[in-house]
């Protein structure tokens, strides 16, 4: 559960402009912020500790000297003088500095008198050590044995720790002055004696024993020897048979043979090793990476003899490193590079991923989604592909009949166990959807989606068959098709599971389906961990906006699910935040700050808890002139929920008059979900409060989407529904409906707000024990929901809260809570008395409960 960071660096080498610097000024203010905690005399503990290592003092270093020679301090006080000047009291240097007088004889131990014993005065000492640590340890390196230095110069260029059979294959030959391999067993004991090498016990590896040394040991060596040692060593490493334990070995080469002037090595074997290279870096994850060694690869290419001569592997890695520059958002530097590939391949199939890239370039640079479908239109011409980009309603009935001849009357569930079949074309068809859904061209989304199904029954799914579907589904869903969306996102869920491998196309598909359709019926409950997991798979494979889509996604959902807001989930958002900035999506920056400071507000307690401001963010009201309307619209979003929680009227009036002329559609669900659902709560009160007809039909709105889903048996819908239907009518029958409906889901934040204005309404209606003990619930809700500043807010207004333990109102609510024998006697209605299956069929889901009286007992015990 708890886990201690440390991390350690020289102050002298780490200036305030350091990056190292920066990172660490940004945790101790982020974590002091989310984890400040108080000491017994009420005093601030910071969560992130600073300790100053210092050298050690003369007095110590005399104590360590007089210990080393076996002699009192006082006896080496001259010595200890001398070398304290010279290293200041870094106990390496010391170390280093004392061996160094012993090579020399300055120091040395007398054999008449059996003690050590030095005979020259202060400055002869001081000119018998060097002046800094990395020339005594080249003075070192000066008196070992020649095979002794090479192997330690080697080993300085291996950056990681390795066995001694790898050595070996180094060290074995005439240039380093060893032909038998034993030999290298026994100059690494004597190597690791001198302490220039450590030996791990547990893993049998050796290393270089301190970074000095490595400095050292780079230093000794001349140029042109260092270029033929690296040489050798690239060659020894990429022969290594490679395990997930010796990935290294091929790193490590690449690294050194490209730090080589091009004119000593092969630049057309260079250039396939950092090819290779770079797989291993994508299948690792490491998208930035694998950009770096194919930008390597790709110039070694051009300089080698083999460009364009080895026809297929040119374009390889032209085709590998034109997908990297665009997936990591470097759309100058792919554009050379298709056109290279569009110029010298020699086939339209040799030219599909620069074709698509192409396309994929143009719609990121314009962010034009309607010229993005017309080119991918184009492309798909060029391979036998035709699609009309305004098609008719009667290609569309054509398509239809033509796929139901195929299908057979067979569901969609179906497609899940067709056989797998690479489709090349289909990537481009997914694309063109997904331009389509961006676009609104939901009629041609439609024609294409139909005619990739048909495809598949001839030939096979292809992975990129998913996508297509969920882009078909989120149109269904839009149109207020929510069972055939359900169904078709429930298909693609389940076959982007067979493509698990492919972590780009299988984290797309699920994110879609799950932020976009599944959810509509599903809890989201069940939708936040599959987000957040598909936010780093497409982090790994360097999609970084569909990542922070993803992650967008997910922290709607969570909100929706009422899960706690503490500080982990600020840590996320901080996360979050961290790595639009790193990927340079501006709008994502602004949108997870908006998100933070909201929670924040919630958290904190605060004289103006409406206002979304905050010294530490990059966001203020002045985003309400943003000329963004969908900033405006989060931000207002944002704005009316925490004016409802915290019940100010103006601010609520102010917020719904933004909202209102924005349309009850969105692709993400969960925020869809939480707009509507403070908009059409709001309504209810502001129509009541002010009489106003406008907001009351602005209810009304907001409660009939809830009543479609509720109907459809939406897990989600059904509180929601029966909340409004109360802020609505205001009678006690409609709050008891919707308190049981919020107990029954589970949903915190919502069961807080149904608890409250019931408990509201009570007192109104002057039944104040039972309202108070109402409020009461709703306090420990919102507790237990994060929102510490709403429980302030409610002690301060109502002052029975003050000093109110958890177990006590239990008790209290135990010995009080009564309803009527005829209600008491019925069991629960079936909230969800049945699901929707791939085929829209219900199928039975009897849920029985126990009566109000216990099951309010049980979550209250919880």
């Known amino acids: 559960e708890n886990v201690m960071v440390v991390c350690s660096f020289r102050s002298n080498e780490v200036d305030e402009d350091h990056p190292f610097f920066k990172v660490m000024v940004d945790a101790e203010n982020v974590r002091d912020r989310i984890h400040s905690t108080k000491d017994e005399g009420n005093r601030d503990i910071a969560s992130v500790q600073r300790i100053d290592l210092y050298n050690l003092s003369p007095a110590i270093i005399g104590n360590f000297i007089s210990d080393c020679i076996r002699k009192e301090p006082d006896e080496v006080a001259t010595l200890t003088e001398v070398v304290y000047q010279k290293t200041m009291g870094n106990i390496f240097f010391v170390k280093h500095a004392i061996e160094e007088l012993v090579r020399k004889?300055?120091?040395?131990?007398?054999?008449?008198?059996?003690?050590?014993?030095?005979?020259?005065?202060?400055?002869?000492?001081?000119?018998?050590?060097?002046?800094?640590?990395?020339?005594?340890?080249?003075?070192?390196?000066?008196?070992?044995?020649l095979p002794m230095q090479k192997m330690v110069i080697a080993m300085s260029y291996i950056p990681n720790a390795l066995d001694a059979s790898i050595l070996k294959k180094i060290m074995h030959g005439e240039e380093f002055c060893m032909e038998e391999e034993g030999e290298v067993t026994t100059l690494l004991q004597e190597a690791s004696n001198e302490g220039?090498?450590?030996?791990?016990?547990?893993?049998?590896?050796?290393?270089?024993?301190?970074?000095?040394?490595?400095?050292?040991?780079?230093?000794?060596?001349?140029?042109?020897?260092?270029?033929?040692?690296?040489?050798r060593i690239s060659q020894v490493l990429s022969t290594v048979r490679q395990t997930s334990q010796s990935e290294w070995c091929l790193y490590v080469a690449v690294d050194n043979l490209n730090s080589i002037p091009p004119e000593k090595t092969d630049q057309g074997d260079l250039a396939k090793l950092n090819f290779q290279a770079s797989k291993l870096a994508q299948k690792r994850g490491a998208a930035t990476r694998e950009n770096e060694l194919l930008r390597r690869g790709q110039k070694c290419l051009e300089r080698s003899e083999i460009h364009w001569k080895e026809y297929e592997f040119t374009l390889h890695i032209y085709n590998a490193a034109i997908v990297s520059e665009y997936s990591l958002g470097h759309l100058t530097d792919a554009m050379p590079l298709i056109e290279a590939v569009l110029e010298n391949a020699r086939s339209l199939d040799d030219k599909f991923i620069a074709h698509l890239n192409k396309v994929l370039c143009q719609c990121e640079a314009t962010r034009d989604y309607d010229i993005g479908t017309e080119e991918c239109a184009k492309v798909l011409k060029m391979y036998g592909y035709d699609f009309?980009?305004?098609?008719?309603?009667?290609?569309?009935?054509?398509?239809?009949?033509?796929?139901?001849?195929?299908?057979?009357?067979?569901?969609?569930?179906?497609?899940?166990?067709?056989?797998?079949?690479?489709?090349?074309?289909?990537?481009?068809?997914?694309?063109?959807?997904?331009?389509?859904?961006?676009?609104?061209?939901?009629?041609?989304?439609?024609?294409?989606?139909?005619?990739?199904?048909?495809?598949?029954?001839?030939?096979?799914?292809?992975?990129?068959?998913?996508?297509i579907l969920v882009s078909l589904g989120a149109v269904y869903n839009k149109k207020g098709k929510i069972k055939k969306a359900y169904a078709l996102g429930?298909?693609?869920?389940?076959?982007?599971?067979?493509?698990?491998?492919?972590?780009?196309?299988?984290?797309?598909?699920?994110?879609?389906?799950?932020?976009?359709?599944?959810?509509?019926?599903?809890?989201?409950?069940?939708?936040?961990?599959?987000?957040?997991?598909?936010?780093?798979?497409?982090?790994?494979?360097?999609?970084?906006?569909?990542?922070?889509?993803?992650?967008?996604?997910?922290?709607?959902?969570y909100f929706a699910a009422g899960y706690p807001l503490n500080s982990l989930l600020e840590s996320k958002m901080i996360a979050a935040e961290n790595f639009a900035k790193a990927a340079g999506k501006c709008t994502f920056v602004k949108t997870f700050q908006l998100q933070r400071a909201t929670t924040l507000n919630l958290r904190k307690s605060s004289d103006n808890p409406t206002e979304i401001k905050s010294e530490s963010l990059e966001i203020s009201g002045a985003i309400c002139a943003a000329a963004d309307s969908q900033a405006l619209r989060d931000f207002s979003s944002c704005r009316l929920m925490l004016a409802f929680i915290f019940w100010h009227e103006d601010c609520m009036a102010s917020m719904l008059e933004t909202l209102s002329s924005y349309p009850l559609s969105d692709v993400s669900i969960s925020r869809l979900h939480n707009r509507l659902t403070f908009v059409g709560l709001a309504a209810f009160a502001m129509a009541r409060a002010k009489s106003s007809e406008v907001f009351m039909e602005l209810g009304e709105t907001c409660l009939a989407y809830f009543k479609k889903l509720a109907k459809l048996y939406s897990v989600n819908a059904v509180p929601i529904y029966a909340l409004m239907k109360a802020m609505k009518h205001r009678t006690r029958q409609s709050f008891e409906k919707a308190v049981k409906a919020c107990m029954e889901t589970n949903v915190t934040h919502i069961q807080a707000i149904a608890t409250e204005h019931f408990g509201e309404f009570l007192i109104d209606e002057n039944d104040r024990e039972l309202g108070e003990e109402y409020l009461t619930m709703a306090y420990w809700f919102y507790y237990d929901w994060g929102a510490h500043g709403k429980t302030v807010s409610m002690k301060n207004r109502h002052r029975f809260l003050l000093g109110i333990s958890r177990r006590a109102s239990f008790l209290k609510r135990a010995r009080s809570f009564s309803i009527s024998d005829s209600e008491a006697s019925k069991p629960m209605k079936n909230t969800f008395s049945s699901v929707a299956n791939f085929n829209g069929k219900r199928t039975n889901n009897i849920r029985r409960t126990s009566t109000p009286q216990i099951r309010l007992e049980r979550v209250w015990h919880a």
């Open 105 to 145: 004889n300055a120091l040395y131990y007398d054999m008449m008198s059996f003690e050590w014993q030095w005979s020259v005065d202060k400055v002869q000492l001081s000119n018998f050590m060097s002046d800094d640590v990395v020339e005594t340890i080249k003075s070192k390196l000066q008196e070992l044995p």
């Open 196 to 231: 220039m090498i450590i030996y791990s016990v547990e893993n049998q590896t050796y290393n270089i024993a301190h970074d000095r040394i490595r400095q050292a040991s780079r230093e000794f060596m001349a140029i042109e020897e260092r270029d033929d040692l690296l040489i």
């Open 388 to 467: 009309p980009l305004s098609p008719t309603k009667a290609d569309i009935m054509k398509e239809e009949v033509l796929l139901n001849i195929v299908l057979r009357n067979r569901p969609y569930s179906y497609l899940v166990n067709l056989p797998v079949k690479d489709i090349p074309v289909f990537e481009l068809i997914n694309h063109l959807s997904r331009f389509s859904l961006l676009s609104g061209k939901t009629r041609l989304l439609t024609l294409i989606a139909m005619k990739a199904i048909r495809i598949s029954l001839d030939k096979g799914i292809d992975r990129n068959l998913p996508g």
């Open 490 to 557: 429930n298909v693609a869920a389940l076959m982007a599971d067979r493509f698990r491998q492919h972590k780009d196309d299988y984290a797309y598909a699920k994110f879609v389906a799950y932020s976009a359709i599944i959810c509509q019926l599903e809890s989201f409950q069940s939708s936040c961990d599959c987000l957040i997991k598909c936010m780093n798979d497409l982090k790994l494979v360097g999609k970084y906006e569909l990542a922070l889509g993803a992650g967008l996604n997910y922290f709607y959902a």
